[in-house]
């Protein structure tokens, strides 16, 4: 089962595969390919003048590209000059970033012409940082100072690459939230990577130098590090690199190019479906479809087999164990909601987290994992990396139940990351951005579960006594986090639940009673959820004196013209074009008749159910 041949140092397998299959296309995106052959020589001539430039052995060097071919040739370049890698979201923002940057200690940014203005920024006080910039080699002078990542690839350096890196040596540092809210740097080896990739990635889904691997995934996720980059270039596969996962381009893909391998995030199979059903679309040479991110349910899998023909291989994993930690089989059974059984040479414990002993089938226990693929640490933070491990045991922070016949079923997570469509989300760090704004007292943030998403983030916020103003807090949050951790929604709340021990009790929030003030997407259905206990959307106020109703205006414009004692509150009906009514509410409030009078609008036929067209304005949806 297990492929030993592929635990080898990467140059071993680049070099391999150059001199059996030179014009084989190894990787290709949507501007341009390279073959086996020159993703050995492109990624030997980068090494090479990476180390004449004096980035030395164990140097950290930021990988901030989108998904394009010059990401997987710089993962591998960095290798072949014994430097450590650290793949970074191009989608952070300057503080994030400049976070990143200073907590990894990188001395080389390798990017491109769009994010070099941002980056320039973010490294004006940063002098002793390096940047190689993608594209043609002029398009380098966006960043002064900054050398052509094409002249350094197309050139013979002057020195050799290092090609020296055990396989045991640090070679990544791939960053994730932490139960502090800061993200760390988990480092591992090319042992740690390739592992995981022969005991899982390869021989589990059949992974083989045949496939025609569509990836539309991030590159710089965990996921895509080890099964794509690695796997890949380890069996003498092909991918297509897309980015960004849209139905469209990916449906487009898998014609264009018979692709029989895919990966994606629930999310995303979702769209595919939904785009299959519409356009009779088949995949015929497709046969093999990993997801991340979270677990399919059984409609999702059910839908996806009869639309495409293909498995859905769920898994569970995590970045710190340098991808799966079970998996679902092509072959045998499928529980429902299950993420499957262990990885072959993985040892995996259900522990009760607070007395550290194993617990039964059935029974609710925190993952503790042990084996070669397990992170070396977390980077600089030796007490982070100490409370991980027990007795050689990673605690993974999340808990699960295992059935008699050993199937995982993940139930929550004492870590309690959100997880948006296979993005990871701290509620520490949405927290930090809204705590100190102005007319917030208190704040905590839940993920709250989403048909599409798997989850998303939402936070609920004690208002101080100056009030609360939603669009600023919005507007701080997309000012300082990255576009998928903005919450989706804000709620007004009395208090912050909490533990004995201060401790965010966030599994309490979705319960309480909680007043929505604000949609960070705009979506209207958000307004009309009545999925938890709702509280007024206004303050109480007394209750009101008279009330009267009205067969339209023009009656209670007769009733004031007659001099009858007008009520405290007029309620009318209304059954015509609503722009009419818009025109004649201006007229009222101009009336001083009416100055102490409130007014209530009832219209009938407001809300469709049934979807079919309204007559007109005054009997359409709202």
């Given at each position: 089962?297990?492929?030993?041949?592929?635990?080898?140092?990467l140059?071993?397998?680049?070099?391999?595969?150059?001199?059996?299959?030179p014009?084989?296309?190894a990787?290709r995106?949507?501007?341009?390919?390279?073959t086996?052959?020159?993703?050995?020589?492109?990624?030997?001539?980068?090494?090479?003048?990476?180390?004449e430039?004096?980035?030395?052995?164990?140097?950290?060097?930021?990988?901030?590209?989108?998904?394009?071919?010059e990401?997987?040739?710089?993962?591998?370049?960095?290798?072949?000059?014994g430097?450590v890698?650290?793949?970074?979201?191009p989608?952070?923002?300057?503080a994030?970033?400049?976070?990143?940057?200073d907590?990894?200690?990188?001395?080389?940014?390798v990017?491109?012409?769009?994010?070099?203005?941002p980056?320039?920024r973010v490294?004006?006080?940063?002098p002793?940082?390096a940047?190689?910039?993608?594209?043609?080699?002029?398009?380098?002078?966006?960043?002064p100072?900054?050398?052509?990542?094409?002249?350094?690839?197309?050139?013979?350096?002057?020195?050799?690459p290092?090609?020296d890196?055990?396989?045991d040596?640090?070679a990544?540092m791939?960053?994730t939230?932490g139960?502090?809210?800061r993200?760390?740097?988990?480092?591992?080896?090319?042992?740690?990577?390739?592992?995981?990739?022969?005991?899982?990635?390869?021989?589990v889904p059949?992974l083989?130098?045949e496939?025609r691997v569509?990836w539309?995934l991030?590159l710089?996720h965990?996921?895509?590090?080890?099964?794509?980059?690695?796997?890949?270039?380890a069996v003498?596969?092909?991918?297509r690199?897309?980015?960004?996962?849209?139905?469209?381009?990916?449906?487009?893909?898998?014609?264009?190019?018979?692709?029989?391998?895919?990966?994606g995030?629930?999310t995303?199979?979702h769209?595919l479906?939904r785009a299959?059903?519409?356009?009779?679309f088949?995949?015929?040479?497709?046969?093999?479809?990993?997801?991340?991110?979270?677990?399919?349910?059984?409609?999702?899998?059910?839908?996806?087999?009869?639309?495409?023909?293909?498995p859905l291989?769920?898994?569970?994993?995590s970045?710190?164990?340098c991808?799966?930690?079970?998996?679902?089989?092509?072959?045998g059974?499928r529980?429902e909601?299950?993420?499957?059984?262990?990885?072959?040479?993985?040892?995996?414990?259900?522990v009760?987290p607070?007395?550290?002993?194993?617990?039964?089938?059935g029974?609710?226990?925190?993952?503790?994992?042990?084996?070669?693929?397990?992170?070396?640490?977390?980077h600089?933070?030796?007490?982070?990396?100490?409370?991980?491990?027990?007795?050689g045991?990673?605690?993974?922070g999340?808990?699960?139940?295992?059935?008699?016949?050993?199937?995982?079923?993940i139930?929550?997570?004492i870590?309690?990351?959100?997880?948006r469509?296979?993005?990871?989300?701290?509620?520490?760090?949405?927290?930090?951005v809204?705590?100190g704004?102005?007319g917030v007292?208190d704040?905590?943030?839940a993920?709250?579960p989403?048909?599409?998403?798997?989850?998303?983030?939402?936070a609920?916020?004690?208002?101080?006594?100056?009030?609360?103003d939603?669009?600023?807090?919005?507007?701080?949050?997309?000012?300082?986090?990255?576009y998928?951790?903005?919450?989706?929604?804000?709620?007004?709340i009395?208090?912050?639940?909490?533990?004995a021990?201060?401790?965010?009790?966030?599994?309490?929030l979705?319960e309480?009673?909680?007043?929505?003030?604000a949609?960070?997407?705009g979506r209207?259905?958000s307004?009309?959820?009545?999925?938890?206990?709702?509280?007024?959307?206004?303050?109480s106020?007394?209750?009101?004196?008279?009330?009267?109703?009205?067969?339209?205006?023009a009656a209670?414009?007769?009733?004031a013209a007659?001099g009858?004692?007008?009520?405290?509150?007029?309620?009318?009906?209304?059954?015509?074009?609503?722009?009419?009514?818009?025109?004649?509410?201006?007229?009222?409030?101009?009336?001083?008749?009416f100055?102490?009078?409130?007014?209530?609008?009832?219209?009938?036929?407001?809300?469709?159910v049934?979807?079919?067209?309204?007559?007109?304005?005054?009997?359409?949806?709202?």
């Amino acid at each position: 089962m297990l492929r030993t041949e592929l635990i080898r140092p990467l140059p071993e397998l680049l070099g391999e595969h150059a001199r059996r299959a030179p014009r084989k296309v190894a990787f290709r995106d949507a501007r341009r390919s390279v073959t086996y052959a020159e993703l050995e020589s492109r990624t030997r001539r980068l090494a090479g003048h990476l180390a004449e430039r004096r980035l030395h052995p164990g140097d950290r060097a930021a990988i901030l590209l989108g998904n394009r071919v010059e990401m997987v040739e710089t993962y591998l370049a960095l290798v072949r000059a014994g430097a450590v890698g650290v793949p970074l979201n191009p989608r952070v923002t300057e503080a994030e970033l400049a976070y990143l940057l200073d907590d990894s200690g990188a001395r080389l940014v390798v990017t491109d012409p769009a994010h070099a203005a941002p980056l320039a920024r973010v490294l004006a006080g940063r002098p002793e940082v390096a940047v190689v910039v993608t594209g043609d080699p002029g398009e380098s002078a966006v960043f002064p100072g900054a050398a052509s990542f094409e002249a350094l690839a197309g050139t013979e350096p002057p020195v050799p690459p290092r090609d020296d890196l055990g396989l045991d040596d640090p070679a990544w540092m791939l960053y994730t939230s932490g139960t502090t809210g800061r993200p760390k740097g988990v480092v591992s080896t090319q042992r740690n990577c390739l592992w995981s990739v022969a005991a899982c990635y390869v021989p589990v889904p059949g992974l083989s130098a045949e496939d025609r691997v569509l990836w539309p995934l991030p590159l710089f996720h965990s996921l895509s590090h080890i099964a794509c980059v690695l796997g890949v270039t380890a069996v003498g596969a092909t991918a297509r690199i897309l980015d960004g996962f849209s139905a469209r381009e990916v449906l487009d893909a898998l014609r264009e190019d018979d692709a029989t391998f895919l990966a994606g995030v629930p999310t995303m199979y979702h769209h595919l479906v939904r785009a299959a059903r519409e356009e009779g679309f088949r995949a015929p040479h497709l046969r093999m479809c990993l997801v991340g991110g979270a677990v399919t349910t059984a409609a999702l899998r059910r839908s996806f087999e009869e639309a495409f023909g293909a498995p859905l291989l769920d898994a569970y994993g995590s970045t710190e164990t340098c991808g799966s930690i079970t998996i679902n089989w092509p072959t045998g059974a499928r529980v429902e909601g299950s993420c499957g059984l262990p990885v072959p040479g993985l040892g995996v414990r259900l522990v009760d987290p607070e007395t550290g002993t194993d617990v039964g089938a059935g029974a609710e226990g925190e993952v503790w994992v042990r084996g070669p693929s397990v992170m070396t640490g977390y980077h600089n933070q030796p007490e982070a990396t100490a409370e991980a491990f027990r007795d050689g045991w990673y605690r993974t922070g999340d808990l699960a139940r295992r059935d008699a016949a050993g199937y995982f079923t993940i139930t929550g997570r004492i870590k309690e990351l959100i997880i948006r469509g296979g993005e990871n989300i701290h509620p520490g760090e949405v927290e930090e951005v809204l705590r100190g704004r102005r007319g917030v007292a208190d704040v905590a943030v839940a993920g709250r579960p989403h048909e599409v998403l798997g989850e998303v983030p939402v936070a609920f916020v004690v208002p101080g006594p100056e009030g609360l103003d939603p669009e600023a807090l919005f507007a701080a949050c997309r000012e300082r986090l990255a576009y998928f951790k903005v919450p989706e929604e804000l709620y007004e709340i009395d208090a912050v639940p909490r533990t004995a021990s201060g401790k965010v009790a966030r599994r309490l929030l979705l319960e309480r009673p909680a007043r929505l003030r604000a949609t960070g997407g705009g979506r209207h259905e958000s307004l009309l959820r009545v999925d938890w206990i709702p509280l007024p959307s206004l303050p109480s106020r007394p209750a009101p004196g008279r009330v009267a109703s009205f067969p339209g205006l023009a009656a209670l414009e007769a009733s004031a013209a007659s001099g009858e004692p007008l009520p405290d509150v007029a309620v009318i009906s209304w059954d015509a074009d609503v722009r009419d009514l818009a025109g004649r509410l201006e007229a009222w409030a101009a009336d001083e008749r009416f100055a102490g009078v409130r007014l209530a609008v009832v219209t009938r036929g407001a809300v469709a159910v049934d979807g079919a067209a309204a007559a007109d304005a005054g009997r359409a949806p709202v």
